[in-house]
């Protein structure tokens, strides 16, 4: 039997994060996929502001912004005539406080291919092609049955293998929501010729439905969504995907000449009931599925990993298991709140994208690792004193704690790796700061017995 720290079942963005995170703070994790090889959809294509700050302390974000783009303006026509020209997002500026103001669109199958790369060049990978088909837990770790037929011992097993989750019906959890059946919708990646990539484009023919076509950055396809009728399957082939764009665009000079992915989906908004068993935890989808409306499902499934990656890390490095509780605590609050969100603008069949989207002004306030803080930490010059001026971001990055504070840090028996910076001025007006792994202020306090205090319970 092997054995390692961490087993991560499924590679999406959640998985693949959350192995980035662990494999950088050196715990010894292990991802499998039961998928033969890596997702080819564009499926979730949206970043938000947030994910790309997560994206830039785990060393990827010069790779996305690379190939990414802000989402072009909508085009909406009724058949051939044209009805209604927006964005969908507002422009807006880079600022000290946000470097990354904007959603930017970047295919799912590529913010994979990133996120592999990365895990990869931190000795780490994806075995593709394994299943994990059963598992026992007890007192100590997690026992896992893999398809290959190899058992694998884990201190802990993480959940990531979507919203059809395996180890969430093994382990009993509800799942409570809906699923709307009757809205479905045929999604799939596409080659065309005849239509321009400044625009994402819309037409609605009553009777018949809509069909959009969004020009994917970074490649020469675009992801086609059209609604499906009750009743109405779609066949999987290039033929009939041609048959109704044609219908419904009235466009005879479109042509779409490659399908590259397709697949079926319906409206599903639930909840896991919890987002741990004893030593297994869910994240992402396992945990909560959206509507697509608002690009919340794969940021909020790679902000679990990023909340979850640091606990488990200081777990395995001798803090108290107690930690580990507020996972659930902090990220299950979030979830539900977004899902109400994507759920109102799915309703509404609004194109509304603000910063309540954004997902900047999330926070952890009044949790029990928020101690006079739990909000997220703003980028914006520094000045260290005896150091050169910096960005707080620069500062951030990495697995460790960040204390602001004209005092050293306290030495606390097997706590946190703390890098202490005395800045020119008192940072938000607290005598010491202590900015947690994750970019949220754990806790701002003029007590140096309280900073010691919290460094012991994380």
């Given at each position: 039997?092997?054995?390692?720290?961490?087993?991560?079942a499924?590679?999406?963005?959640?998985?693949?994060?959350?192995?980035?995170?662990?494999?950088?703070?050196?715990?010894?994790?292990?991802?499998?996929?039961?998928?033969?090889?890596?997702?080819?959809?564009?499926?979730?294509?949206?970043?938000?502001?947030?994910?790309?700050?997560?994206?830039?302390?785990?060393?990827?974000?010069?790779?996305?912004?690379?190939?990414?783009?802000?989402?072009?303006?909508?085009?909406?026509?009724?058949?051939?005539?044209?009805?209604?020209?927006?964005?969908?997002?507002?422009?807006?500026?880079?600022?000290?406080?946000?470097?990354?103001?904007?959603?930017?669109?970047?295919?799912?199958?590529?913010?994979?291919?990133?996120l592999?790369?990365?895990?990869?060049?931190?000795?780490?990978?994806?075995?593709?092609?394994?299943?994990?088909?059963?598992?026992?837990?007890?007192?100590?770790?997690?026992?896992?049955?893999?398809?290959?037929?190899?058992s694998?011992?884990?201190?802990?097993?993480?959940?990531?293998?979507?919203?059809?989750?395996?180890?969430?019906?093994?382990?009993?959890?509800?799942?409570?929501?809906?699923t709307?059946?009757?809205?479905?919708?045929?999604?799939?990646?596409?080659?065309?010729?005849?239509?321009?990539?400044?625009?994402?484009?819309?037409?609605?023919?009553?009777?018949?439905?809509?069909?959009a076509?969004?020009?994917?950055?970074?490649?020469?396809?675009?992801?086609?969504?059209?609604s499906?009728?009750?009743?109405?399957?779609?066949?999987?082939?290039?033929?009939?995907?041609?048959?109704?764009?044609?219908?419904?665009?009235?466009?005879?000079?479109?042509?779409?000449?490659?399908?590259?992915?397709?697949?079926?989906?319906?409206?599903?908004?639930?909840?896991?009931?919890?987002?741990?068993?004893?030593?297994?935890?869910?994240?992402?989808?396992?945990?909560?599925?959206?509507?697509?409306?608002?690009?919340?499902?794969?940021?909020t499934?790679?902000?679990?990993?990023?909340?979850?990656?640091?606990?488990?890390?200081?777990?395995?490095?001798?803090?108290?298991?107690?930690?580990?509780?507020?996972?659930?605590?902090?990220?299950?609050?979030?979830?539900?709140?977004?899902?109400?969100?994507s759920?109102?603008?799915?309703?509404?069949?609004?194109?509304?994208?603000?910063?309540?989207?954004?997902?900047?002004?999330?926070?952890?306030?009044?949790?029990?690792?928020?101690?006079?803080?739990?909000?997220?930490?703003?980028?914006?010059?520094?000045?260290?004193?005896?150091?050169?001026?910096?960005?707080?971001?620069?500062?951030?990055?990495?697995?460790?704690?960040?204390?602001?504070?004209?005092?050293?840090?306290?030495?606390?028996?097997?706590?946190p790796?703390?890098?202490?910076?005395?800045?020119?001025?008192?940072?938000?007006?607290?005598?010491?700061?202590?900015?947690?792994?994750?970019?949220?202020?754990?806790?701002?306090?003029?007590?140096?017995?309280?900073?010691a205090?919290?460094l012991?319970?994380?």
């Amino acid at each position: 039997m092997n054995n390692t720290d961490v087993l991560i079942a499924g590679a999406g963005p959640t998985g693949l994060t959350l192995a980035v995170d662990l494999a950088r703070r050196g715990v010894a994790c292990r991802v499998v996929d039961q998928a033969p090889e890596p997702a080819a959809g564009s499926k979730g294509k949206g970043l938000q502001p947030r994910t790309l700050e997560v994206f830039d302390d785990l060393g990827v974000i010069a790779p996305i912004l690379a190939a990414a783009t802000p989402y072009p303006p909508l085009r909406v026509r009724i058949g051939r005539v044209p009805v209604w020209r927006a964005r969908m997002h507002r422009r807006a500026t880079a600022t000290d406080a946000v470097p990354y103001p904007t959603v930017v669109m970047h295919p799912q199958w590529r913010t994979e291919a990133v996120l592999r790369e990365r895990l990869g060049e931190l000795g780490g990978k994806v075995e593709q092609g394994v299943a994990l088909t059963g598992f026992e837990q007890d007192a100590g770790g997690v026992t896992a049955r893999l398809g290959t037929g190899e058992s694998v011992r884990a201190r802990y097993l993480v959940a990531a293998d979507g919203g059809r989750s395996t180890v969430r019906k093994a382990l009993g959890i509800g799942f409570t929501g809906e699923t709307r059946k009757e809205q479905r919708s045929a999604l799939a990646d596409v080659r065309a010729e005849g239509l321009d990539r400044e625009h994402i484009h819309v037409w609605v023919r009553p009777g018949s439905g809509m069909v959009a076509l969004y020009p994917m950055a970074g490649t020469g396809a675009f992801q086609l969504l059209a609604s499906l009728r009750p009743g109405v399957e779609p066949e999987q082939t290039l033929a009939w995907y041609q048959r109704m764009f044609a219908q419904r665009s009235m466009r005879r000079d479109v042509r779409l000449t490659e399908l590259l992915w397709s697949s079926l989906y319906r409206v599903n908004i639930r909840l896991a009931d919890r987002y741990r068993s004893g030593r297994v935890f869910l994240a992402g989808d396992a945990a909560h599925v959206h509507p697509p409306e608002g690009g919340q499902g794969l940021n909020t499934g790679v902000q679990d990993a990023y909340n979850l990656g640091w606990k488990l890390g200081r777990v395995l490095a001798g803090a108290p298991e107690s930690l580990l509780d507020t996972y659930e605590e902090e990220r299950r609050p979030i979830a539900a709140g977004v899902l109400g969100l994507s759920s109102d603008l799915h309703d509404k069949k609004s194109i509304r994208r603000d910063p309540e989207t954004y997902q900047l002004t999330l926070s952890y306030r009044g949790g029990s690792l928020a101690a006079n803080g739990g909000d997220r930490v703003p980028d914006g010059p520094v000045e260290p004193v005896g150091g050169r001026r910096a960005r707080l971001f620069d500062l951030l990055r990495g697995p460790h704690f960040t204390l602001l504070s004209p005092d050293p840090a306290p030495r606390v028996p097997g706590g946190p790796e703390v890098r202490a910076y005395v800045p020119a001025r008192p940072y938000g007006g607290a005598r010491h700061t202590l900015i947690r792994p994750d970019g949220y202020v754990g806790v701002a306090t003029s007590s140096a017995e309280e900073l010691a205090a919290y460094l012991a319970m994380v």
